[in-house]
């Protein structure tokens, strides 16, 4: 299949043929494992589903990723970028994601300080793509990381997992962060309280997005594209994803998985993007970013968002990118506590709200006093 490669510096670009190679794998299906084949021998692995050599193999593996290297701010950042489109859903025009890079590169100078150069390799079928990679996640140290905490919470004893996941992270967190994370009108006495008034309200929000129907008449999160959304899989494929450093998705990260931080579980399980750590390339990790939560029509996606100008659209989703541009770049943790920062992540999914007060408040780039660098994503 050829694509084109475009270096996006603004207004120009240069094209390059590139190939994308697919792999076809067939059906096999590993009920010993814990897991049930999806499209294409995808393993959609259960919760616990794992032996304790794959264990053993995913801390080896993670243990062997170097410690992240500041990316220096005296040359251009090159991003090779792909989108990969599920069929199924609404999407942007080509031309608005151009604009959407355009902006990002703008907003990396102002709250960075970093000169970004997006190269735009062009589309691929986000199935195909997960499929042509269906057997890198049958390797034992990708079975423990997803199946350790995978969580089903149509399955009873998963919802009995994830809700007592949602009140040990809640504990973890001071209570008036806590409490910003409660719904609208609700308010609880204790950690305990608030971890069921949350719960409740993330598993109303996933299985009212989970089980919409979508243009083909199935619903979001059917068997067969399950692992195109959910998070240990994306992650996982981040590690040694070697096509691109920024994948742009019309899908989304959607899943319910053990340990999610509150601003997940107020989305009902919407992650809005992820840096991760990556083997091969110069910058040390990739991102992935998701568009079905900025663009559904989902009601319940909707109320949590509310409206966003259409003029404003590509620039708020920049904004977006620019804060997972912070931990690619900058190396920088996540941050709760910061006022008017495109370092901390929108609570909900009040987009517009938190990029007009960045736009409107915000003062640049973080002090280096005030940065916490990670040593591995």
């Known amino acids: 299949m050829n694509i084109y490669k475009k270096e996006w510096t603004g207004t120009s670009y240069c094209i390059n043929n590139l190939m994308l190679h697919r792999y076809a794998f067939g059906l096999i299906v590993f ?4 897991f049930l084949a999806c499209g294409g021998g995808i393993p959609y692995y259960q919760h616990g589903g794992f032996q304790e050599k794959d264990k053993v193999a995913w801390e080896k593996y993670y243990q062997s990723f170097p410690k992240l290297k500041p990316i220096p701010k005296d040359k251009a950042v090159s991003i090779r970028v792909l989108k990969l489109t599920d069929p199924r859903l609404p999407d942007l025009p080509k031309e608005k994601i151009l604009e959407l890079l355009t902006q990002a590169r703008k907003f990396a100078n102002v709250y960075l300080g970093y000169d970004v150069r997006f190269l735009y390799l062009g589309e691929d079928d986000l199935k195909d793509f997960f499929e042509s990679h269906a057997d890198y996640f049958k390797r034992p140290e990708f079975r423990y990381r997803i199946a350790s905490a995978i969580l089903h919470p149509e399955q009873p004893n998963d919802e009995k997992i994830l809700r007592e996941s949602i009140f040990n992270t809640l504990r973890k967190r001071k209570w008036n962060i806590v409490q910003k994370y409660l719904p609208e009108g609700k308010s609880a006495s204790d950690y305990k309280e608030a971890a069921k008034i949350i719960a409740d309200s993330f598993l109303q929000k996933y299985f009212s997005i989970a089980k919409a129907k979508v243009k083909d008449g199935t619903i979001f999160k059917s068997k067969e594209y399950a692992p195109t959304q959910d998070y240990l899989y994306w992650t ?3 590690y040694e994803l070697k096509e691109a450093d920024l994948i742009i998705t019309n899908s989304m990260i959607f899943s319910a998985d053990d340990g999610m931080p509150p601003y997940v579980l107020k989305r009902g399980g919407i992650t809005s993007a992820v840096t991760e750590n ?12 998701g ?3 900025f663009i559904s029509t989902n009601p319940t996606i909707q109320k949590m968002r509310g409206d966003i100008p259409e003029k404003d659209l590509p620039s708020v989703i920049a904004m977006l990118l620019t804060h997972e541009l912070g931990h690619l770049l900058l190396r920088l943790d996540e941050y709760y506590d910061l006022e008017h920062s495109v370092h901390v992540a929108p609570r909900g999914l009040n987009y517009y709200p938190w990029y007009l007060d960045i736009v409107q408040n915000s003062t640049g780039v973080l002090p280096p006093e005030k940065q916490r660098i990670l040593e591995k994503f």
């Open 236 to 238: 996982s494929l981040q």
């Open 278 to 289: 990556n083997l091969f390339n110069p910058l040390q990790g990739t991102i992935v970013l």
């Open 291 to 293: 568009l079905h939560q």
């Open 31 to 34: 009920f010993s494992l814990g």
